[in-house]
Structure formats: structure tokens, C-alpha cells
């Protein structure tokens, strides 16, 4: 599903029109970067915690080549989905 899919349909869920839910789809991606930057967890109840992990930098070395790259630190998003929606998944 595209985010323009999703914001139809999340359109027709709330009962709002598609550039509202788009306007609030954009906003809780830039919220949660936001928090993510910072190295914050958000936990929604019945749904599940987005945890914040930061790799530090490392030196890669290509196999085939054996060049060696410097990749910089990063920070990425984990989702860890609640026991209530792996149960509803499962059914």
C-alpha cells in the first residue's frame, strides 16, 4: 500500500477528506523522526514501541574489490508490535 492508498482510506475510516489525512500522516512522520533523532521510544498501547537504535560509524571493506569505505553513524526506527495486534495479525 502506497501512502496515497493509505490516506484514502484512512480518509473514509475518520470521515475526513484525503488532504487532512495527509496533512496528518506528514506530521506524525516528521514527529516521529523528530523523536527518533533525539534517541526517544514512542509506545502506542494496542498497537506497539517504534525504539530509536544509533549504529555507530564503521569501515566497510567491499569483498570483490577490497576497498574500504567509511560509513557514517545512523540512527533507525525498530517496531516491536504489541501482544494485542500480534494476536489480531494472527487470526
Known amino acids: 500500500m502506497d501512502s496515497k492508498a493509505f490516506n484514502t482510506r ?4 475518520i470521515n475526513r477528506t484525503t488532504d487532512e489525512t495527509a496533512t496528518l500522516t506528514d506530521a506524525l512522520g516528521k514527529l516521529m523522526a523528530e523523536i527518533g533523532s ?35 553513524p545512523s540512527i533507525k526506527m525498530q517496531f516491536q508490535p504489541s501482544v494485542v495486534l500480534r494476536k489480531k495479525l494472527s487470526r
Do not use: N, Q
Open 10 to 13: 484512512l480518509a473514509k475510516t
Open 38 to 72: 533525539e534517541l526517544d521510544s514512542v509506545a502506542i498501547p494496542g498497537f506497539g514501541t517504534f525504539t530509536s537504535v544509533k549504529t555507530d560509524e564503521c569501515v566497510i571493506t567491499d569483498e570483490s574489490t577490497g576497498k574500504r569505505t567509511l560509513m557514517p
